[in-house]
């Protein structure tokens, strides 16, 4: 008996849960859970199955009846075993909270994923206290101004890898429009801030100079609009006056990576899909 996901988004139009059940079912499938979600403003369906095969040789079979079917709905689908992890790519830069503790959660098996690889814009040095054991180090600083030299030799390692999700984990560099692009609904980013508010450098010392009362941090996909990308997740902290702008970053850290860290398990579980600005998000 395996577990398998199935994720689908197409145009909506009648018949599509029931085209989907009728594959499972003839291939041998039990649902085990299903969510779905027809999108009003895009005009889009999105859908999350789980479902054990009992017979894995049908999996062949079941992935040509499937393809079968998206073509027909002019739309995508992916299915995958749920217990294989996907291969990730972590971008960091000095501060390694968010690093360190997507780093454990792939170690206790709370994410579901490889990492394949660090890259970081700062040398090994800056993190000479952590041990990242055989996950190799890619030091890849922009020398002389030269963004395009950087970002090929980022590429590189996306494609030599063979990542399947970059997380920016606190990663303080923008990504050209170019490279932005080729992440396409591949790349997290989390920013220290509670979006659309306070964007921008020092966001929490803009938000301790209007005197706020709550703080946040948003976890998006990475688009070629700076910190304008869909929201994965989202989540805030309770502050008062007496809190000094040091007491705010402090704070701040352990939203930045719980919210990421969900944004990552959402996208590794495949239950985030993009509907134009917005995402749809499955929860579990």
């Known amino acids: 008996m395996t577990r398998h996901m199935l994720t689908l988004s197409c145009p909506d139009r009648p018949g599509i849960v029931a085209g989907l059940s009728a594959a499972l079912f003839a291939h041998g499938g039990n649902i085990t859970e299903a969510d779905q979600f027809n999108d009003a403003d895009t005009v889009m369906f999105f859908a999350r199955i789980e479902f054990t095969l009992?017979?894995?040789?049908?999996?062949?079979?079941?992935?040509t009846a499937l393809d079968s079917l998206a073509q027909s709905l002019d739309g995508r689908f992916e299915l995958r075993r749920?217990?294989?992890?996907?291969?990730?790519?972590?971008?960091?830069?000095?501060?390694?909270h968010c690093l360190v503790d997507l780093l454990y959660r792939a170690r206790i098996g709370e994410l579901l994923m490889e990492p394949v690889g660090i890259v970081s814009n700062h040398p090994r040095e800056v993190h000479a206290s952590l041990d990242f054991g055989q996950i190799p180090y890619h030091?890849?600083?922009?020398?002389?101004?030269?963004?395009?030299?950087?970002?090929?030799?980022?590429?590189?390692?996306?494609?030599?890898?063979?990542?399947?999700?970059?997380?920016?984990?606190?990663?303080?560099q923008i990504?050209?429009?170019?490279?932005?692009a080729d992440l396409a609904g591949r790349c997290i980013n989390i920013h220290h801030s509670f979006l659309p508010g306070f964007k921008g450098a020092k966001p929490y010392h803009q938000a301790h100079a209007r005197g706020v009362k709550l703080i946040g941090a948003s976890a998006h996909y990475v688009t070629a609009d700076l910190d304008e990308g869909p929201i994965i997740a989202q989540d805030v902290e309770p502050i008062s006056h007496a809190d000094t702008p040091d007491d705010l970053v402090r704070k701040g850290r352990d939203i930045e990576r719980r919210v990421l860290a969900r944004a990552v398990s959402y996208h590794l579980e495949g239950r985030t899909f993009i509907s134009g600005t917005r995402t749809v998000v499955f929860p579990h």
């Open 82 to 96: 749920r217990d294989t992890p996907r291969r990730v790519l972590l971008l960091v830069s000095k501060f390694d």
């Open 175 to 180: 990504l050209s429009d170019a490279l932005a």
């Open 54 to 63: 009992a017979d894995g040789d049908a999996e062949p079979a079941l992935r």
């Open 139 to 172: 030091y890849l600083p922009m020398v002389n101004g030269n963004k395009q030299a950087q970002e090929d030799a980022i590429r590189a390692v996306v494609a030599d890898s063979g990542a399947e999700l970059v997380v920016l984990a606190r990663y303080m």
